[in-house]
């Protein structure tokens, strides 16, 4: 059995001690740490197109005055707001399943963007682990968020993966 030099200086996972490990984690790598379901999610920090819509929702949301400086491993159960922007590699099964995980620790609103196919999915009204209110939409149509917020997050200038700038030049010329 080899140990991987360092290792030992690193705390190990545990109940507790997760936002730990995920800011220590992200600190030391370009990987963006997720706490779900108790257990630590590494994906890449957003880039391109997906890091341009993170910075398109925030700019619509700077108005709205969210919670800061939380502390503990239930940071996301005190979050009045939810937005996740689903990575080209992301599977439909894992979108439900963080869906359902941010129903089952309450977050009253959850705004799924997917570049994949041009749609967003507004969630609401989280009960028994799942949300109630479920209403879908197309880029070009705009999401307007509940109060507290009462936002409205345009999404006219969305990207979506594959999708290149036209060129009037042709290819052939």
């Given at each position: ?49 997906r ?24 940071w996301?159960?005190?979050a ?19 869906a ?74």
């Open positions: 059995m080899s140990v991987s030099p360092g290792a030992w200086m690193y705390p190990r996972p545990r109940p507790g001690n997760l936002r730990e490990i995920a800011e220590k984690i992200e600190d030391a790598t370009s990987l963006r740490v997720q706490i779900l379901g108790g257990k630590l999610v590494m994906s890449p920090t957003p880039r391109g197109k890091a341009g819509v993170v910075k398109q929702v925030r700019r619509q949301l700077e108005a709205v005055v969210l919670p800061d400086g939380l502390e503990d491993d239930d996301l159960a005190d009045a707001l939810a937005v996740e922007v689903v990575s080209q590699s992301e599977k439909s099964r894992d979108i439900r399943d963080k359902d995980w941010y129903a089952v620790v309450r977050v009253p609103v959850l705004l799924v963007i997917d570049l994949r196919n041009g749609t967003w999915t507004l969630h609401t009204q989280p009960d028994n682990g799942a949300y109630r209110d479920v209403l879908p939409g197309k880029f070009g149509e705009s999401v307007l968020l509940p109060e507290p917020f009462g936002v409205e997050i345009v999404t006219d200038n969305f990207p979506v993966y594959g999708a290149a700038p036209r060129s009037s030049r042709k290819p052939w010329a």
